[in-house]
């Protein structure tokens, strides 16, 4: 299908009534493309099940009333992607309003929430919503976003500060009545060692959850953490690109000699991979790779 220019759209759709998926991220078509794209017919939002419009460049231009109605008519979108625009905090109130309103919306990704915004999404969330990405939050959204995740199966925060003082009030209330949460990614978010065994004491105690994630970190003494992982339920940690050396690696090679334990498996960057070969005991708890995309 050719379309000149995203105006034509709505006109070139007329004889195509089913359509899944769009795909315009990193596309800089801007609040007004954003506006031709709610313009589609009526039939064909209606097929819609995902929408990834990742760093269009859009603002709050883009949330007049007029497009508001036409996104409450997606009545089958299940993914929406829409971080990495151009909205300050407090500018989407509008938008999650209608998203919590859509009775098939399984994954949203925004950034530059507010407090209100995350509580407004999470507190009466969409009656499907399971997963959530977060990018650039403050550490009070931050905040407001891990205590409120009770409900989900996978949640992702990243390019957002997290504090110790943050997970104490947050994560180490929430986790422990959460009965249903899976993944959790704290990613590119400045977390330090100290933080990162307050995250590792309150994901003990999620029964449910199988991933831990703190990649792109700053994450450099591993003593205490080695401790607190012996006897995790969880089964796989993520820790790319940290700040580990020669020390950090050895400890966690030390760890996965040890057979009473049970552990997760840890996953490290390929950097370290020549400098454990040989040393490695037990390679099925210690795997070293690339981080790809889908592990973001």
């Not at 007004?32 to 097929?47: C, D, I, K, Q, W």
């Not at 997963?131 to 550490?139: D, G, H, V």
């Not at 993520?238 to 050396?245: C, G, K, R």
Request: aromatic share 6%; charged share 25%; proline share 3%.
């Amino acid at each position: 299908m050719f379309v000149s220019g995203l105006s034509d759209l709505p006109k070139s759709l007329k004889g195509n009534p089913c359509l899944e998926y769009i795909g315009f991220s990193l596309n800089e078509i801007g609040s007004e493309g954003f506006g031709a794209l709610m313009n589609m017919p009526e039939s064909v939002r209606r097929t819609i099940s995902e929408l990834f419009l990742k760093g269009i460049m859009a603002d709050k231009n883009a949330l007049v009333k007029g497009v508001l109605r036409k996104v409450a008519g997606l009545e089958k979108l299940e993914r929406f992607d829409f971080q990495g625009n151009r909205f300050e905090e407090g500018e989407q109130e509008p938008l999650i309003h209608v998203l919590c309103q859509l009775g098939n919306l399984q994954e949203v990704s925004l950034s530059s929430l507010s407090c209100d915004e995350c509580s407004m999404l999470l507190k009466s969330p969409p009656p499907q919503l399971n997963a959530i990405r977060l990018f650039e939050l403050s550490s009070a959204a931050v905040e407001t976003a891990l205590a409120s995740c009770k409900t989900l199966q996978r949640v992702m925060i990243c390019e957002s500060e997290i504090t110790k003082e943050v997970i104490k009030r947050s994560l180490k209330i929430s986790l422990p009545s959460c009965n249903c949460l899976e993944s959790l990614k704290l990613i590119n978010c400045g977390i330090d060692s100290e933080t990162a065994c307050s995250i590792i004491e309150a994901a003990k105690t999620c029964t449910t959850l199988q991933l831990l994630d703190l990649s792109n970190n700053v994450i450099r003494s591993t003593t205490e953490m080695c401790r607190l992982l012996q006897g995790s339920s969880f089964t796989d940690l993520s820790l790319y690109h940290n700040n580990f050396n020669e020390s950090s690696i050895g400890e966690f090679l030390a760890l996965s000699s040890c057979q009473q334990q049970q552990i997760p498996k840890i996953h490290l960057s390929m950097e370290w991979k020549d400098y454990a070969e040989g040393k490695l005991s037990n390679k099925k708890r210690i795997v070293f790779e690339e981080m790809f995309e889908t592990n973001y």
